[in-house]
Every structure is written in structure tokens, then in C-alpha cells.
T-cell receptor, first 112, second 111 residues
């Protein structure tokens, strides 16, 4: 158990819909990262938050957005969903060094 | 741009030693990590190299050569539970020191 929690575990929705994925980092970690893992794209970095502020962006689509709240939990919002958005979405957290990231169990999103 | 290459599959027998190579191209290299992921599971951190040389952690070792843009993960005394995917990941200054992951190497350990 990494100490990072994610909800829900599974999500099935239809194209055009909007969903919210939730992540709680390990106790004491200020950084939260979101990743997308699909069969053909591997593990892709989406976005990082540090202590409530956006720190860096990766390959995140404009239809996707995220935020980190004062209690440090984070949410990833995916809108206007397309079939190609079906993937595993992982949240990770880290301490100040940043080089050791602890991944949550992931949310499997299926868009029908 | 940024690219990482790893072998897609490696097979070895229990008790053997296996080396998984990773080559990378980036203008913003900061460090190299390795992660293990079992089927249906989350990636788990194995090692991080920021400087050239070998880092050893139990049965696993990781090596980095910055001049060759190359690293490897060495797994010794292989066990069945080591069957998993292994990802190298470059920590990249072009992404705010975040990680760009390689495509992964699927290791199968046979009895």
C-alpha cells in the first residue's frame, strides 16, 4: 500500500460526458501528479500540483483540467469524453525530492 | 523532443540475471528512474540515478551513463514474482523536472 488513495476504482461512462477523478496523497506529501496509461501510449505525465499550485504541465488535453485543494487532495476533471480517453488514470505523490513517486491504485475509465 | 527506448520483452529463468537497457534523448536530462508494474497494479519505485555509476538496492541495481544517454536495470537471482513490466523514466527539465516514461519492458520469469 503506497498511502495514495484514488476513487473511484472503475468508471464507465458515455462519450460527451464529464467525470471527476479524486486522489488523496500520502500524508505529508505536497506534490501530486496525474498520469494517463493506455495500451498504445504507455504512461503519460499529465500535470503536477505542488501545495495547491499548478507546477508543470505535460501532455494534458484542453478538455482535461485538475486542481489541488487546501487539504492537498486533488481532482482531475475530464470533459467531452471520447472513446480514446478510455485508460487507466494514476495519481502519484512525492516528497520534496520529487524523484521517488508513490502511485495510487488508479482509476480505470471506460468510455462507451 | 524527447524519446526513450527499451526492449519490449525479455524472458529469463528463475535464479538468472537479466539486464534491461534504456536509451534516451532529451536536451533537459536531470535523472533516470526505474519503476516496476505488475499486471493490474500501480507502478512502484525501484531506483533513481542522477549521477553516473551503479546504485545497488538488494537484488536490483541501476546504472547510468550520462555521456552515453544510457542506463540499465540489473535484476539478480530472479524470482517468479519479478515477472512484471519495467519502465525507465527520465526526469526532464523541459517538463519542470517531471518524468517522461519509456514504453516499458515486459519481463517473464520462467521456472
Amino acid at each position: 500500500d503506497s498511502g495514495v488513495t484514488q476513487t473511484p476504482k472503475h468508471l464507465i461512462t458515455a462519450t460527451g460526458q464529464r467525470v471527476t477523478l479524486r486522489c488523496s496523497p500520502r500524508s505529508g506529501d505536497l506534490s501530486v501528479y496525474w498520469y494517463q496509461q493506455s495500451l498504445d501510449q504507455g504512461l503519460q505525465f499529465l500535470i503536477q500540483y505542488y501545495n495547491g499550485e499548478e507546477r508543470a504541465k505535460g501532455n494534458i488535453l484542453e478538455r482535461f483540467s485538475a486542481q489541488q485543494f487546501p487539504d492537498l487532495h486533488s481532482e482531475l476533471n475530464l470533459s467531452s469524453l471520447e472513446l480514446g480517453d478510455s485508460a487507466l488514470y494514476f495519481c502519484a505523490s512525492s516528497g520534496n525530492s520529487g524523484h521517488e513517486q508513490f502511485f495510487g491504485p488508479g482509476t480505470r475509465l471506460t468510455v462507451l | 523532443g524527447q524519446s526513450l527506448e527499451q526492449p519490449s520483452e525479455v524472458t529469463a529463468v528463475e535464479g538468472a540475471i537479466v539486464q534491461i537497457n534504456c536509451t534516451y534523448q532529451t536536451s533537459g536530462f536531470y535523472g533516470l528512474s526505474w519503476y516496476q508494474q505488475h499486471d493490474g497494479g500501480a507502478p512502484t519505485f525501484l531506483s533513481y540515478n542522477a549521477l553516473d555509476g551503479l546504485e545497488e538496492t538488494g537484488r536490483f541495481s541501476s546504472f547510468l551513463s550520462r555521456s552515453d544517454s544510457y542506463g540499465y536495470l540489473l535484476l539478480q537471482e530472479l524470482q517468479m514474482k519479478d515477472s512484471a513490466s519495467y519502465f525507465c523514466a527520465v526526469r526532464d527539465n523541459n517538463y519542470g523536472q517531471n518524468f517522461v516514461f519509456g514504453p516499458g519492458t515486459r519481463l517473464s520469469v520462467l521456472p
